[in-house]
T-cell receptor, first 113, second 115 residues
Framework: AQSVTQPDIHITVSEGASLELRCNYS??????LFWYVQSPGQGLQLLLK??????LVQGIKGFEAEFKRSQSSFNLRKPSVHWSDAAEYFC???????????FGTGTRLQVTL | EPEVTQTPSHQVTQMGQEVILRCVPI?????FYWYRQILGQKVEFLVS????????KSEIFDDQFSVERPDGSNFTLKIRSTKLEDSAMYFC?????????????FGNGTRLTVT
């Protein structure tokens, strides 16, 4: 079965600093990969997704993610973090044959001013 | 922008009671899902629903759970006899097409507390 690992439970960055959130997956083939963000009291919002093609994908709110097959990773990046980016971020995978997403445990991002 | 709406936002129930969580998916969407998130844990898939039937369910979704689309707009999750471990945030989601062709749109969730 596929699994998703987000090794960082909590990350704190200063506003304006760059950000990288790590995500590793375990699956025999290339899965479909997603990043979602959850603000307090809100549902999950899709930031970006990777299905195939260019391994660097652009998303909303200035986020991007890079798929690295050799490392089974799909790390999320942002060059300059804003205070409003403080939220919980979830990496998720779908194997393409099922109708479900498998989520990681999430990384809580705190932004200091 | 259209959104998925869930009611109530918070429900408290006693162990053994039945509870129904309600969702109104985006109107032209065809695929519907329930996920849950126990406090401090990951978001877990419960069930997917398409063409008026369950298309996939997880091992969590046992006989105590059922889903229904009683009319053209609502999508409900029923737990027949709640247990303490059912306490969680329950998220409804919908998509226009299958998961690999269109994104999931999530509601803001219903926090279920079983006492």
């Amino acid at each position: 079965a596929q699994s998703v690992t987000q090794p960082d439970i909590h990350i704190t960055v200063s506003e304006g600093a760059s950000l990288e959130l790590r995500c590793n997956y375990s699956y025999g083939a290339t899965p479909y990969l997603f990043w979602y963000v959850q603000s307090p009291g809100q549902g999950l919002q899709l930031l970006l997704k990777y299905f195939s093609g260019d391994t660097l994908v652009q998303g909303i709110k200035g986020f991007e993610a890079e798929f690295k097959r050799s490392q089974s990773s799909f790390n999320l990046r942002k060059p300059s973090v804003h205070w409003s980016d403080a939220a919980e971020y979830f990496c998720a995978v779908n194997t393409g044959t099922a109708s479900k997403l498998t989520f990681g445990t999430g990384t809580r991002l705190q932004v200091t001013l | 922008e259209p959104e998925v709406t869930q009611t109530p936002s918070h429900q408290v129930t006693q162990m053994g009671q039945e509870v129904i969580l309600r969702c109104v998916p985006i109107s032209n969407h065809l695929y519907f899902y329930w996920y849950r998130q126990i406090l401090g844990q990951k978001v877990e898939f419960l069930v997917s629903f398409y063409n008026n039937e369950i298309s996939e369910k997880s091992e969590i979704f046992d006989d105590q759970f059922s889903v229904e689309r009683p009319d053209g707009s609502n999508f409900t999750l029923k737990i027949r006899s709640t247990k303490l471990e059912d306490s969680a945030m329950y998220f409804c989601a919908s998509s226009l097409r299958g998961l690999t062709n269109s994104p999931l749109h999530f509601g803001n969730g219903t926090r279920l507390t079983v006492t």
